[in-house]
């Protein structure tokens, strides 16, 4: 089903691709755009009922622009092209096409917060004080004693200024010494980017994801950053980042750049509001017009422990929330955290990641709000932990000593399984060496596999998908807890005023269900369900079997003979 409303992007369940690793489709190892059409009946093949594809709505892509891939396209070296490695911008335009036609609407991921040292821009700006570039960069003299300007930090671990021979000045970089931060208070570099998102929208791209949008814009004052009590002035997390990140006029650039995407008919912009990622902060990215981001990617979820009381909590907290207007935007995982399956097999009473992969989906497929999904996920694809150090590619990570680090992110973006033969299918027809090593379980968690058994974790999100699209309550309905923690279960209803359906998960070996005494004990039929039988009407359940999951809907017609 096509989602066409205006607001398609409430209602549509959008995919992450990692372009690198997710098909490849000229045999030289590395994922590209042709890999990514070859696959797209996968995604979506503009079928109802398909018997194959995953049935999702919109693709969003991990940046495709020229890079020198440093931090694998998060570093943008032309705006306006495609990189190499990808395949050209007809490719792109080819993608797009075949996209639509399945009805896939595609977001791009927009790397403005900072350009790779590359870029033509920068190499502009740092050759002299005095070129028209000069000032697109955050450049700034060294402090009286030659050193840095201020306490601002890199992200990625140690100081965030680099100091240029030629300039003898320090640029400043959120991230990698080779991602200097643009001058957003430099309206040339404004006009500049958001002729770059009007050359996209115009090409027909459907939105997309800002980068890093909570630190486009620092103190023009360059004030360092208080320093919390008892912490080390040299540790990014203990730093208030009052001057560099999240500044009002941050919030500026950002209804900029949404009064474009409005000029466009059904485009969304979403974007990730980390770095202090507190949902209370995050909300701000909505505007208080509802005129900044549509949705705001915060982390409720990859930052819970897998446990029902404080996932329960994290919803009930964006519900109570999320401003009038405004949706929700959930995720499991995405290419900068370990994948959901790895997490939170560390839990206290571990149990097999089969249930938890089964249960965390019909969370993130039933709750109220748009639910991404990230490449590999639907099939149980778990963090890859031990690739060889010289087989690493996470560059910005290895390139940094210091001891507050980022961690490799290699292990969470390891190719997509699609079957079992050498390389799990990622590379077509070639024997080649794939950029990262495939995870070793590529023999049953892989595409082709999971499609032909009956229980697989991808069949489950298939069939969660498809209740999600035929279930009103599912897309737009009221949620409301059913059960306070700290049970060991969890069980939600969503509603409409013509719909009721409720969702129950069981996390343990527990058997109790106590539900709320208000809702009606007849008529519920099973819509879907890993202990009872699909089409039943059944009375509401007393008990739940071990890590049973079941999504029930009330039929009270049923009571009238
Ligand atoms: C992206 C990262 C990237 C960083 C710098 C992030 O938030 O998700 O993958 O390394 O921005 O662009």
């Not at 298939?462 to 700290?486: C, D």
């Amino acid at each position: 089903m096509f989602v066409r409303e205006t607001e398609w992007w409430k209602y549509s369940i959008i995919y992450q691709i990692y372009p690198l690793t997710f098909a490849d489709g000229n045999g030289d190892g590395i994922g590209d755009l042709q890999g990514i059409i070859q696959r797209l009946d996968y995604l979506n093949d503009g079928k109802d009922n398909s018997d194959s594809s995953l049935g999702i709505d919109a693709i969003w892509l991990s940046p495709i622009n020229q890079s020198p891939m440093l931090d694998n396209g998060y570093d943008v070296s032309d705006y306006y092209d495609i990189c190499n490695t990808f395949g050209t911008l007809d490719d792109f335009q080819r993608l797009l096409e075949q996209a639509h036609r399945r009805n896939i609407k595609v977001i791009l991921d927009l790397v403005i917060n900072h350009t790779s040292s590359e870029h033509p821009w920068f190499l502009e700006s740092r050759s002299s004080r005095y070129n028209p570039k000069s000032d697109w960069y955050l450049w700034h003299d060294p402090a009286p004693d030659g050193g840095v300007p201020n306490n601002w930090l890199s992200y990625f671990g140690g100081t965030g200024w680099t100091y240029d021979d030629k300039r003898q000045q320090y640029y400043y970089h959120a991230f990698n010494s080779h991602q200097p931060d643009l001058n957003w208070h430099n309206p040339e570099v404004r006009a500049a980017i958001y002729d770059v998102i009007r050359y996209w929208l115009d090409l027909g791209v459907d939105g997309f994801r800002l980068d890093a949008s909570s630190v486009y814009s620092q103190d023009k004052y360059f004030r360092n950053n208080p320093v919390k009590f008892e912490g080390r002035e040299d540790k990014y997390k203990d730093q208030y980042h009052i001057y560099d990140q999240n500044l009002p006029e941050n919030h500026e650039i950002i209804r900029e750049i949404r009064s474009i995407i409005d000029e466009y008919d059904n485009r969304v912009l979403s974007g990730e509001t980390f770095i202090d990622n507190r949902l209370y902060d995050s909300l701000i990215f909505y505007g208080v017009n509802n005129d900044e981001l549509h949705l705001p990617f915060t982390f409720e979820f990859p930052l819970s422990p897998w446990y029902p009381g404080y996932l329960q909590r994290e919803i009930e907290k964006k519900e109570l929330l999320t401003p009038e207007g405004s949706w929700q935007v959930y995720f499991l995982n995405n290419h900068d955290l370990p994948r959901h399956l790895s997490r939170w097999s560390e839990c206290s009473i571990c149990f097999d990641t089969f249930a938890i992969a089964k249960a965390s989906a019909t969370i993130l497929l039933t709750v109220r709000g748009t639910p991404i999904l990230y490449y590999g996920e639907e099939l149980g694809m778990v963090n890859h932990e031990n690739i060889p150090l010289e087989q690493l590619r996470d560059q910005v990570a290895m390139s940094c000593l210091d001891e507050e680090c980022l961690p490799s992110r290699d292990g969470t973006r390891t190719p997509m399984q699609w079957d079992d033969s050498p390389q799990a299918g990622f590379s077509f027809g070639k024997d080649v060496t794939p950029w990262l090593p495939v995870h070793d379980n590529y023999q049953y968690v892989n595409v082709e596999t999971e499609l032909s058994e009956q229980d697989s974790i991808l069949n489950f999100y298939r069939e969660l998908i498809q209740l999600r699209k035929n279930s009103k309550a599912l897309q737009k309905g009221t949620w409301k807890p059913l059960i306070y923690y700290p049970y060991e279960h969890l069980a939600y209803l969503r509603e409409t005023e013509q719909e009721t359906v409720l969702v129950a998960i069981n996390f343990s070996y527990e058997k109790n269900f106590d539900l709320d005494r208000a809702i009606p004990k007849q008529y519920w039929q099973v819509l879907l369900s890993t202990n009872l039988s699909v089409g039943d009407i059944i009375p509401l359940p007393q008990l739940l079997q071990p890590f049973e999951i079941s999504i029930l809907q009330f039929t009270p017609d049923h009571a009238v003979p």
